[in-house]
């Protein structure tokens, strides 16, 4: 199976989905053809909204249709979408409105379009509400199984999905559960848990470490909320030492959630990697180098935080 973005995955996902099930419709600001819903409103016109650059009403009337029976996935950028907090928190968590929020161009990885286009707060933000789970598929297996789930699950769910293509990383018969990770490699020495575009890098990270003799477990974590605390706590126990990787501002992310989990339960040695500051305009890939979320850069990271 050959790369492909996660926003690639969940157009095509649509359009299956749609033809299941007529309830489903989709809501735009403007940016069909970046989140991937072009195709679907071509193939159902019907059911979808093009409200303009009003993310705030597109929100709003997602929750509106809604509260009428619809299952609504309003997509926008992740910066646009969660950048309309107070109206995700009125008219979408609070009322328990069953709305499927969909957050593209996640992270520095978007690379050259820059900061002003970068979801990098809005794990931290959703997370703050206390009823909307939060997915970031790894690739396009696993993305179609969680567009496939969001439309059956009753409520608002946040998904975090990727500009750019991303490597196959699940294992044959995956099966997507809320609140459940996935262990892709078994090791003894640390536990590396990543989330959508960092996940492929740190399995890359893991084979570089076994030239050192360092033994890494890699977990994809898609389920960031809720965390899979099982998995979490029986890795912690037997590794000792915890690195968590997203590309997402190192404060509020999968790393402080998993921070927040282990301290209360099992205190250990942990080492959060994401972006530091502010993105910035440049190449994906030399971006995720110059915040070390690239493969050599996880494994520096590790080797370091392991004293070795």
């Known amino acids: 199976m050959a790369a492909k973005a996660t926003r690639a995955a969940f157009g095509e996902a649509l359009i299956d989905l749609g033809a299941k099930d007529p309830r489903i419709v989709t809501l735009d600001s403007d940016l069909s053809k970046s989140t991937m819903t072009v195709s679907f409103?071509?193939?159902?016109?019907?059911?979808?909204?093009?409200?303009?650059?009003?993310?705030?009403?597109?929100?709003?009337v997602a929750a509106g249709l809604a509260m009428a029976g619809k299952v609504p996935f309003a997509a926008s950028f992740a910066c646009f979408l969660v950048g309309r907090f107070e109206t995700i928190r009125i008219s979408v968590a609070y009322t328990n409105a069953n709305v499927k929020l969909v957050g593209t161009h996640v992270g520095?990885?978007?690379?050259?379009?820059?900061?002003?286009?970068?979801g990098l707060?809005?794990?931290?933000?959703?997370?703050?509400?206390?009823?909307?789970?939060?997915?970031?598929?790894?690739?396009?297996?696993?993305c179609k199984q969680v567009i496939a789930y969001a439309a059956e699950h009753q409520g608002p769910l946040y998904l975090r999905l990727t500009r750019q293509n991303l490597e196959p990383v699940s294992p044959a018969g995956y099966q997507f559960r809320l609140g459940q990770w996935a262990r892709?490699?078994?090791?003894?020495?640390?536990?590396?848990?990543?989330?959508?575009?960092?996940?492929?890098?740190?399995?890359?990270?893991?084979?570089?470490?076994?030239?050192d003799g360092i033994r890494a477990e890699v977990i994809n974590a898609a389920s960031i909320k809720p965390l899979d605390e099982e998995m979490l706590l029986a890795s912690a126990r037997k590794t000792g030492h915890v690195v968590t990787v997203e590309d997402h501002s190192i404060a509020g992310g999968l790393g402080g959630?998993?921070?927040?989990?282990?301290?209360?339960?099992?205190?250990?040695?942990?080492k959060r990697l994401?972006?530091?500051?502010?993105?910035?305009?440049?190449?994906?890939?030399?971006?995720?180098?110059?915040?070390?979320?690239?493969a050599t850069g996880i494994a520096r990271s590790v080797r370091k935080f392991l004293g070795r």
């Open 184 to 211: 892709l490699r078994d090791g003894s020495d640390v536990t590396v848990i990543a989330s959508g575009g960092t996940v492929f890098n740190a399995l890359e990270a893991a084979q570089q470490l076994e030239g």
């Open 121 to 142: 707060e809005d794990i931290a933000c959703i997370r703050a509400l206390p009823n909307i789970p939060i997915i970031q598929p790894a690739d396009e297996v696993e």
């Open 41 to 60: 409103a071509k193939k159902y016109p019907d059911r979808a909204f093009n409200v303009g650059i009003a993310e705030a009403n597109m929100i709003g």
């Open 274 to 294: 994401g972006v530091q500051g502010f993105g910035e305009s440049g190449d994906p890939k030399g971006l995720y180098v110059k915040h070390g979320l690239d």
């Open 108 to 118: 520095v990885a978007i690379g050259e379009d820059g900061y002003s286009q970068m």
């Open 257 to 270: 959630a998993v921070s927040e989990a282990l301290c209360e339960a099992l205190p250990t040695a942990m």
